[in-house]
C-alpha cells in the first residue's frame, strides 16, 4: 500500500503527531536504545516527535518538582497536551469541582510555554448533561486551549456544538468502539485521539490510517486549524510505530523509518479489510 505524501510538508507548529505517554512497556527494544536510562527516555522521545499527552495528571495530579523536570527536558518547540483528572471528569462529571480544577490550572501552567491543550475526556456512561456543560465551559481560562471528548453519543447534539463554539473549546476525534465522532470545528485546534486499532490488540498500519488522512489535511487545508494527533498508549509498541507510519503519510520525517518501510509491504488480511481491497 502507497499513499502520496504532501508536496509541502505541515510544520510541526502545524500538525504535532504524537502519543499518549513516552513508557510503554512495549517501546523499551522498539524505540529506545537499549542502555538508554528510563529517566532520559523523555528527551529522547522529544527528539522525534513535537508533543506528548500526560496522561499521569489524570490519575493523581504530580508534584510540581515533576512538572519543571519535564519542562526542562524537551526542547523549546515542544508541547505536552495534558488529560485532566478523573476526579473531575469520571467522579464528579463536570459538577461542584471549581476548586479542584483551579488546584490543577495552577499546577499545569508550571509547563509554560511548552503547554499545550487540554484534555477533558468524559466516561461513555456519561450521558449529556447540558446543564453541567453550561456551568463548566465559562470557568476554563481561555488563555489555555480545552479539548472536550465525548464517549456517549447523546453528547453530539447541536445545543452541545453551540456552547462548544460559543466557549471556543473544541471537541476530540476518535474512534471508540469503532465509532467516528461528528465533524464538528468549534475551537482553535483539531484534535484527534486514536486508539481504536489498539482496543483490537492490532496496529493501524497504512490502510487503517489511510481514512483519517484526508481529515487531518482538511483541517489544516480548508479549517486553517492546527492539529494534534495522539495516539493511545499500548504495550505492543503500536503507539510509537503508527505515529511514524503518520508522520510519513503528512510528509514529516518519520520517528522510525525501518518500521515505516515494514509497514510498507504488510498486506494481511486484516490490512487488507481495512483497505476495502479485494
Same mark, same amino acid.
Given at each position: 500500500?502507497?499513499?502520496?505524501?504532501?508536496?509541502?510538508a505541515p510544520s510541526v507548529e502545524q500538525l504535532r503527531i504524537g502519543t499518549s505517554g513516552w513508557a510503554g512497556n512495549g517501546w523499551r527494544k522498539l524505540f529506545y536504545p537499549p542502555d538508554l536510562p528510563e529517566e532520559d527516555w523523555l528527551q529522547h522521545y522529544a527528539r522525534h516527535f513535537s508533543t506528548v499527552e500526560l496522561t499521569a495528571t489524570?490519575?493523581?495530579?504530580?508534584?510540581?518538582?515533576?512538572?519543571?523536570?519535564?519542562?526542562?527536558?524537551?526542547?523549546?518547540?515542544?508541547?505536552?497536551s495534558v488529560k485532566a483528572p478523573h476526579r473531575? +471528569?469520571?467522579?464528579?462529571?463536570?459538577?461542584?469541582? @471549581?476548586? *479542584?480544577? /483551579?488546584?490543577?490550572? !495552577?499546577?499545569? $501552567?508550571?509547563?509554560?510555554?511548552?503547554l499545550g491543550p487540554v484534555v477533558w475526556q468524559l466516561p461513555p456512561t456519561f450521558k449529556r448533561d447540558e446543564?453541567?456543560?453550561?456551568?463548566?465551559?465559562?470557568?476554563?481560562?481561555?488563555?489555555?486551549?480545552?479539548?472536550?471528548?465525548f464517549r456517549h453519543a447523546s453528547w453530539h447534539s447541536a445545543r452541545v456544538r453551540d456552547m462548544l463554539a460559543e466557549h471556543d473549546v473544541a471537541m476530540a476525534f476518535h474512534d471508540h468502539d469503532g465509532r467516528r465522532t461528528p465533524w464538528?470545528?468549534?475551537?482553535?485546534?483539531?484534535?484527534?485521539?486514536?486508539?481504536?486499532?489498539?482496543?483490537?490488540?492490532? +496496529?493501524?498500519?497504512?490502510?487503517?490510517?489511510?481514512? @483519517?488522512? *484526508?481529515? /487531518?489535511?482538511?483541517? !489544516?487545508?480548508? $479549517?486553517?486549524?492546527?492539529?494534534?494527533?495522539?495516539?493511545?498508549?499500548?504495550a505492543e509498541g503500536c503507539a510509537v510505530r503508527d505515529a511514524s507510519i503518520l508522520q510519513h503519510l503528512l510528509g514529516q520525517p518519520p520517528a522510525m523509518p525501518?518500521?515505516?518501510?515494514?509497514?510498507?509491504?504488510?498486506?494481511?488480511?486484516?490490512?487488507?479489510?481495512?483497505?476495502?481491497?479485494?
Open positions: 500500500m502507497n499513499i502520496e505524501t504532501p508536496a509541502i489524570c490519575y493523581r495530579l504530580p508534584e510540581e518538582e515533576m512538572f519543571l523536570r519535564w519542562r526542562e527536558a524537551v526542547p523549546d518547540g515542544f508541547v505536552f473531575i +471528569c469520571r467522579r464528579k462529571r463536570l459538577r461542584n469541582c @471549581f476548586q *479542584d480544577m /483551579m488546584h490543577f490550572f !495552577l499546577r499545569i $501552567e508550571l509547563l509554560d510555554d511548552r446543564e453541567a456543560l453550561a456551568d463548566f465551559l465559562p470557568r476554563l481560562p481561555r488563555d489555555m486551549v480545552h479539548v472536550l471528548e464538528w470545528i468549534t475551537g482553535p485546534v483539531v484534535f484527534f485521539r486514536l486508539n481504536g486499532m489498539q482496543a483490537q490488540q492490532r +496496529c493501524y498500519g497504512f490502510a487503517g490510517l489511510e481514512p @483519517f488522512v *484526508d481529515d /487531518m489535511e482538511r483541517a !489544516l487545508e480548508e $479549517e486553517g486549524r492546527e492539529v494534534y494527533v495522539s495516539f493511545g498508549d499500548d525501518v518500521m515505516v518501510e515494514k509497514a510498507q509491504e504488510e498486506h494481511t488480511p486484516v490490512a487488507i479489510a481495512i483497505a476495502g481491497m479485494d
